[in-house]
């Protein structure tokens, strides 16, 4: 028990936040229309690439003879990148096609 | 100065992810939601490449960061340009797989830095948990993303093994007594090994879990995955002390929960249901077998006729459609028939297409006004008063066994009643049945015809016929 009180004193700050952004998530997401089901999934999908962050601080801190934290580090940050980009761009080309038929 | 500005644009990312994402939940907002989001992440990212320090050291690479991130986006905005609307769900699934991969690699360097740093794993539980459970559910993420892609690509069929079931339970409680015995130190074999085992493990399960799941499943699995991810991410972020990636992430995995829920309860299915898979994985014959009744064809030529000579005209939608690129020809059908008076709306059920909202996306491609694709509810009091309904490549959600038998493994999910309108028309490419493998009654009904080819093909020359008949 004791155990347990340190470790939320020691994290304090994160529990917090983890706990105000899961009743945040639900209530942002509990009231969508279907129709935007797919670009709100795809848009929810670009932010979790913020992983990229750490993959960023991998890499800087990888010391120059480290070729195997340099590489995956390397691979790590593409792969974030894509997922970031990729996933905002994609959620664009969804929503753009919304914008159309709101013009006719 | 320089971490007060970092702290600065960590709050200005995390508060522009959570507008972004309410922004995006709303038709007029979304699209401006998806750039504020895209603005803040841009903004974090930056920070952390020049104003991150540990120990008052900044980060170092930069060249081969900036390199990854030039490849990322380049390949990234190619990738996300030049695919089909039809193939938005893969693709969705893919990026999903890519930041869990990301999540991944993230946990094994920083693994093999905390036994370099000569630490016994055991004397930093919260540390070392931290670093294997973002492992674990990162790659979890990561394969069973890719084989979600890959279902939906087409490339990888259904397959159960036999007690499919067990074999994952196994899995997950073998993943679970390894995180026990590392961090407590109970399991004393060489901590590199046995990472590389759980890493094992964890991509074998994401594999065996998505594997037996129907393709009609698919869009809950991917938001499932999706929110993984995020959950993936948001241990990056404690691991980090980093406040962005852990807002983005619980955010993230906090509202793919919801999001799974809602598509659950749109197909009136839960989520264990689901995750053990009694839809179209075990294609059991699902109690009316009505297969071998008669049923009729019909020509273009009289289906011009038809449709010609009604007053309304609804028509229905299905991965069939998405599939022969037909959102375009469907709407010049539409086209055509205003033309010559007759009322033409589409009905859109919840889950038509492999995504909630995948219809609307398509259809909204090929310029066919807002107005006239209408929700399940709005729709199904008015097939009474229609004349012709079009069935287009959709197949589950216009199965009447959803209502009458209570056999059937769709039983208990709302359907579109189609059989309501007077005339129905249902373009397939054969009698074969639906994703969900079950055989549908509605095609054997009196009223209604079969209209046999492949959906574009046979819209065009639909509308060929009814334009030389006007």
């Known amino acids: ?36 089901h797919t670009p709100l999934m795809s848009g929810a999908n670009a932010i979790h690439g913020v992983v990229i962050i750490g993959a960023i601080i991998v890499m800087g801190q990888a010391e120059s003879d480290n070729y195997l934290a340099l590489i995956l580090g390397f691979i790590a940050v593409i792969l974030g990148t894509l997922n970031v980009v990729g996933g905002f761009v994609v959620t664009d080309r969804m929503l753009e096609m919304f914008k159309k038929r709101k013009k006719n | 100065m320089n971490s007060g500005l970092l702290s600065l644009s960590y709050l200005i990312g995390s508060v522009s992810f959570i507008i972004g994402l309410k922004m995006l939940s709303h038709p007029d907002t979304a699209r401006k939601g998806n750039l504020y989001a895209a603005v803040g992440m841009t903004l974090a990212i930056l920070a952390t490449i020049f104003l991150y320090t540990k120990d008052g ?19 990234g905005t190619m990738a996300a340009k030049k695919v089909q609307m039809t193939a938005m769900p893969q693709m969705v699934s893919l990026f999903n797989g890519m930041g869990g991969a990301c999540a991944a690699i993230i946990s094994i360097v920083e693994f093999k830095h905390l036994l370099h740093t000569g630490a016994d794993i055991t004397s930093e539980p919260v540390l070392t948990t931290t670093i294997l ?7 979890v993420s990561f394969t069973g ?45 060489d901590a590199m090994t046995m990472m590389y ?19 009609a499943d698919m869009p809950v699995v ?56 009694s839809f179209g994985g075990n294609k059991q014959a699902g109690g009316s077998s009505e297969s071998g009744g008669t049923y009729k064809e019909i020509s273009i030529t009289d289906t011009a006729v038809l449709m010609m000579y009604s007053k309304k005209v609804i028509i229905v939608p299905g991965y069939g459609l998405a599939v022969a690129q037909a959102q375009h020809t469907c709407h010049e059908l539409e086209k055509v028939l205003d033309q010559n008076g007759v009322e033409v709306k589409y009905a859109i059920h919840p889950v038509a297409g492999r995504m909630p909202g995948h219809m609307n996306v398509l259809l909204a491609e090929a310029d066919v006004s807002y107005d006239k694709l209408l929700d399940m509810d709005e729709i199904n009091p008015e097939f009474a008063h229609t004349d012709v309904v079009l069935v287009l490549g959709a197949n589950d959600v216009v199965n009447p066994a959803a209502k009458t038998d209570p056999a059937s493994p769709i039983y208990g999910m709302p359907i579109l009643d189609v059989e309501d309108a007077a005339h129905v028309i249902v373009n397939k490419r054969s009698m074969k049945p639906g994703y969900a493998g079950i055989e549908n009654g509605l095609f054997f009904q009196p009223k209604t015809s079969m209209l046999f080819g492949d959906a574009k093909d046979a819209l065009n020359k639909l509308v060929a016929e009814i334009k030389s008949m006007a």
Request: overall charge neutral.
């Open chain 2, 222 to 277: 991917i938001s499932l995955l999706n929110s993984f991810t995020g959950v993936a991410a948001a241990f990056g972020g404690f691991l980090y002390d980093n406040s962005v990636m852990l807002t983005g992430g619980i955010l993230v995995g906090s509202a793919g929960t919801v999001l799974t829920v809602l598509m659950c309860n749109a197909m009136n299915r839960s989520l264990t249901n689901v995750i053990v898979g």
């Open chain 1, 1 to 36: 028990m004791e155990q347990v009180l340190n470790l939320l004193t020691e994290h304090f700050y994160f529990i917090f936040l983890l706990i105000l952004m899961i009743i945040l998530g639900f209530e942002v997401i509990s009231r969508v229309p279907a129709v935007l």
């Open chain 2, 133 to 139: 459970i973002g492992l674990v559910i990162g790659t």
């Open chain 2, 57 to 75: 050291v900044g980060l170092g690479n930069h060249l081969w960061i900036f390199g990854g991130l030039i490849i990322g986006s380049i390949v």
């Open chain 2, 145 to 189: 993303s890719m084989i979600a892609f890959g279902k939906l690509n087409g490339n990888i069929n259904d397959k159960t093994l036999p007690l499919q079931q067990v074999v994952n339970i196994g899995l997950l409680v073998l993943i679970l007594i390894m995180l026990v015995g590392m961090v407590t130190g109970l399991i004393s074999a």
């Open chain 2, 197 to 215: 085992i759980l890493l094992t493990i964890s991509a074998l399960y994401g594999i065996l879990f998505v594997m037996p799941i129907g393709g």
